[in-house]
């Protein structure tokens, strides 16, 4: 550091005390939130870290958050057109989330037709 600067960084704490800067602020007395990263290897949990306070989702996370949303929506819906285009937009979603995994394909999210598909043929068989 520079010859004096780390005197001038204790005035102006000090000033800042004084002044009560320092006082009533949020969390004042309670301790650090402590954020468990052992699952993330050591030599990304920096990269972690920043991603995470920068807002930055993995894109597996982003498409689960964006199917959620467009389900709230479909559920909300009456008219049927614009029900059926996002019903179409949410079985995208899932198509492209089903493809960014790797495994097994008895583990991917079925779409949503399926079960109304079902329920169909059911009731026309009656």
């Known amino acids: 550091m520079f010859p004096g600067f780390e005197k001038l960084i204790e005035s102006r704490i000090k000033k800042a005390q004084q002044e009560g800067a320092f006082e009533n602020l ?7 939130p402590f954020e468990d990263d052992r ?9 972690y870290k920043v ?3 920068a807002d930055c989702l993995p894109p597996e996370v ?4 964006e199917i959620r949303t467009t389900e709230d929506l479909l559920a909300g819906m009456t008219d049927t057109v614009q029900k059926y285009r996002t019903l179409k937009k949410l079985n995208f979603l899932i198509l492209k989330l089903n493809a960014l995994r790797d495994g097994n394909a008895a583990y991917d999210i079925p779409q949503r037709y399926y079960g109304e598909v ?3 043929l059911g009731a026309d068989k009656s």
């Open 118 to 120: 079902v329920e169909r």
């Open 39 to 47: 699952h993330i290897p050591e030599d990304l949990r920096m990269a």
């Open 26 to 32: 949020p969390g004042t007395g309670q301790p650090l």
């Open 62 to 65: 982003q498409l689960r958050k």
């Open 51 to 53: 991603l995470k306070n």
